[in-house]
Every structure is written in C-alpha cells, then in structure tokens.
C-alpha cells in the first residue's frame, strides 16, 4: 500500500491525481492485491478482484488506477 494520507473506521484515505484534478478515495485493501477504491465525488467504486498470492507485481494497482482508469472521466 503506497503513503495514504489516513487510516480510519477499518478504511484507508489517500488522494489520486488525474486530470490535473484531485480525486479523493477512501479504500480498502485485502491479501492478494484485492481493493475496493470508492470515490464518492464521482459516485464510483472501483473493485479488484485479483488473486497474487505470490506478491509477484508487474504494475501497482494504485498506478493503474490514477493513470489508466482515472483520466478517463474526462
């Protein structure tokens, strides 16, 4: 899990920067790479259901969700 600015109420707070905008997410993080990105400015979650169970990343989730997923809300 990269630096979140927060932890709190079992959930992770961190902001995502796309679109020279600032998206505000809280999150929650299970083993195997298994999230549940919820952005309620944008009244979207986004869910990822994988299975690394061996810790082998070829790209962070996080990355995938700020540069690939996020700036296509324009």
């Known amino acids: 899990i990269p630096q979140s600015d927060s932890y ?6 961190m902001d995502f920067n796309a679109n020279n905008q600032t998206y505000e997410c809280f ?14 400015d944008q009244e979207m979650i986004i869910t990822i259901n994988s299975g ?3 810790g082998n990343v070829n790209m962070s989730i996080f ?4 540069n690939h ?3 296509g809300l324009l």
Request: charged share 5%; proline share 7%.
């Open 52 to 54: 690394n169970f061996a």
């Open 8 to 13: 709190g109420y079992q959930w992770w707070i």
């Open 63 to 66: 990355a995938f969700v700020e």
């Open 27 to 40: 999150f929650a993080a299970g083993w195997g790479d298994q999230y549940m990105f919820i952005f309620p």
């Open 69 to 71: 997923i996020l700036p």
